[in-house]
């Protein structure tokens, strides 16, 4: 009887110390969720402030910016510096959306965030001009969630440059060469190095 009795005592206190460790798991995985989501929220306000700081520190691109913004006349390498820089800001929006999609960002933080972009797009018929012809090749997601917060209503009839994954872009007559460096494949990512190269 008295070892029965021990048995059952030590099962009782192994299943409570198992409890105990899982009480303590659970805890440590939503303390490491919070670093998680303290580090991409870190990480989203310094693209921002990245991009920010690019056009306080450089005039001439804050020239150009304003001016392509608001649609205003730009030269060819304008044209680029603007569409590139352009690009890159929908890249920061397209990374903070993913985020926010896999729980990583505030709710109403988020929807703070869209409200800047719509007033930024309604501001802006130049950046909203190259969100009609490049929001192919970002993922469908964003486009579905924020497209309407960066003048989606504006791209009607306008067709996005698509690139068919593993198929060279080509230079035409019609296809101004500033868009070659816009798109590498389907999976949307800028390209950088080779941009140049294309154009030359």
């Known amino acids: 009887m008295n070892l029965d009795r021990l048995n059952r005592w030590l099962s009782l206190v192994a299943n409570v110390g198992v409890l105990c460790g899982l009480v303590v798991l659970v805890l440590e ?3 490491n969720r919070d670093i998680v989501r303290a580090q991409t929220r870190n990480e989203v306000a310094m693209g ?3 991009l920010a700081g690019l056009i306080a520190t450089n005039p001439q ?3 150009v910016i304003r001016r392509g913004d608001a649609g205003e006349e730009l030269t060819i390498d304008e044209q680029f510096q603007h569409r590139r820089f352009t690009l890159a800001t929908y890249r920061y929006y397209e990374s903070a959306h993913y985020q926010y999609r896999q729980g990583l960002y505030d709710e109403v933080e988020f929807a703070k965030q869209k409200e800047a972009w719509r007033s930024y797009a309604a501001r802006s018929p130049g950046a909203v001009r190259i969100w009609c012809e490049v929001r192919g090749v970002f993922s469908p997601e964003f486009v579905a969630d924020v497209g309407p917060s960066l003048g989606e209503e504006e791209c009607k009839g306008t067709s ?3 690139v068919p994954p593993n198929k060279p872009l080509k230079l035409t007559a019609a296809a101004p060469a500033v868009r070659a460096a816009e798109v590498d494949t389907q999976r949307g990512s800028i390209t950088r190095g080779r941009s140049l190269a294309a154009i030359r």
């Open 29 to 31: 995985l939503n303390q």
């Open 48 to 50: 921002f402030i990245d």
């Open 61 to 63: 691109l804050a020239n």
């Open 160 to 162: 996005s440059t698509v």
